[in-house]
């Protein structure tokens, strides 16, 4: 039976960068720090700048396929969990350790005309799965799984020969889970919520290059809204009822800016900005088909205020070829969307440095293969007393999330 989805689990989970987006998305990306906007090649040029396509002077096909394992340690909680002035219990706790398996797959046309091409990706953009066995977190987040499938067609169209354009749509699925679990505390409400939606939205690009070594670019992936409707199981004191609801949360729009420069077509530098655009998300509202139980009106169907803020990252990124090998490394300073004031236990994001590293390997003029690593490390969370509207005091720390990504390229 379909359920509805809480998507407080969308809009506050997140995976390596705030929020719960996943923006790299490709060898390249992966090793770089997603810093990788500017100077793309290749397959993944499709997703990252599909303007750039245009510029690529090979007649070939390109295509890149390859997947990611994300570790997600734990997060750890000491503290307790407040529900009023004088009502407040100890809620030490650990998540559970994730592993995640996120795979993508990149394609780039032949030209159809002198300044047309075309071509699509496949990939995981973000999701989390975050679990709690601690009583106090299962009350709020048992189980947070959240996946995120995109597809993208897009064409670009070369100006000039120092100025092109690219775009096109964003086909979205989007599925997940929320189960919270409160039997173990002072407060016996559950609920178990599943679903799933398909959205649509656009991204543009466009990229200039004042000589053959110097790109600059600019890249939007626009604001999804996502509309869920289904059903949700509540349950108070072990006696459940389903109801009819509906909910609606955006996918918040990024914009990218981004220059590069290459010298003596070995060794590229490029910076990143990138700016998302949050603050779209400012309260998460339940509606139902019914009246639910008195008792869990106030947890399940009063509306949550978020507040969340545009976010800004900054990456750098640096790519050296020497015959058969490309070494890469990246750098980024990535911001939480999360106010301290509305953080819960979905999602105890920070502030991360974000380190990468990665190495391809030219096995011959149509293949090429690669391994990339990447370290989310983000910084430890205290709240203090009356600094968080859910009762959370104590102190977040570890989580964060490690990658690896294998790749195999191809030109045909």
Do not use: C
Request: glycine share 8%; net charge negative.
């Amino acid at each position: 039976m379909k359920k509805i989805i809480t998507f407080s689990l969308m809009a506050t989970t997140g995976m390596l960068a705030g929020g719960y987006k996943v923006p790299e998305q490709s060898l390249n990306s992966m090793a770089l720090g997603a810093a990788y906007v500017a100077h793309t090649q290749g397959a993944d040029t499709a997703y990252f700048n599909p303007a750039n396509m245009a510029f690529i002077e090979d007649s070939h096909q390109f295509m890149e396929a390859g997947i990611t394992l994300a570790n997600l340690p734990s997060n750890t909680y000491h503290g307790v969990q407040a529900f009023s002035a004088t009502e407040a219990y100890p809620a030490n706790g650990e998540s559970e350790e994730e592993n995640l398996f996120l795979p993508y797959l990149h394609y780039v046309s032949q030209p159809l005309s002198n300044n047309l091409r075309w071509g699509a990706s496949l990939t995981v953009p973000g999701g989390l799965t975050k679990e709690w066995e601690s009583p106090y977190q299962k009350l709020f987040a048992e189980e947070f799984t959240l996946k995120i499938l995109e597809f993208n067609p897009v064409l670009s169209y070369k100006v000039n020969d120092q100025f092109a354009l690219g775009g096109g749509a964003r086909i979205i699925y989007s599925e997940g889970k929320v189960y919270s679990d409160g039997d173990q505390t002072t407060k016996p409400i559950k609920r178990e919520m599943e679903g799933d939606t398909l959205e649509y939205g656009y991204n543009l690009a466009l990229s200039y290059r004042p000589d053959p070594s110097i790109t600059m670019a600019l890249t939007y992936r626009s604001n999804i809204d996502l509309n869920e409707e289904g059903d949700a199981n509540l349950y108070i004191g072990g006696a459940g009822q389903q109801f009819g609801a509906d909910v609606t949360v955006p996918l918040p729009a990024a914009l990218n800016l981004a220059i590069s420069k290459t010298w003596m077509d070995r060794f590229t530098l490029e910076f990143n900005y990138e700016r998302t655009y949050w603050s779209e998300y400012k309260v998460l509202d339940f509606n139902y088909a019914s009246p639910i139980q008195p008792l869990l009106v106030e947890p399940f169907d009063d509306p949550k205020p978020k507040h969340w803020n545009d976010t800004d990252t900054f990456r750098i990124g640096a790519t050296f070829e020497t015959g058969q090998l490309t070494y890469m490394l990246g750098f980024a300073i990535d911001e939480t969307p999360v106010p301290k004031e509305y953080l819960n236990y979905e999602l105890p994001d920070s502030d991360a440095k974000i380190y990468s590293a990665g190495v391809r390997y030219q096995a011959s003029e149509q293949l090429a293969y690669g391994l990339a690593l990447l370290h989310d490390e983000k910084e430890s969370i205290t709240l203090d007393p009356q600094e968080n509207v859910n009762g959370i005091i104590g102190e977040f720390t570890d989580g964060g999330a490690n990658l690896l990504t294998a790749s195999v390229s191809y030109r045909f």
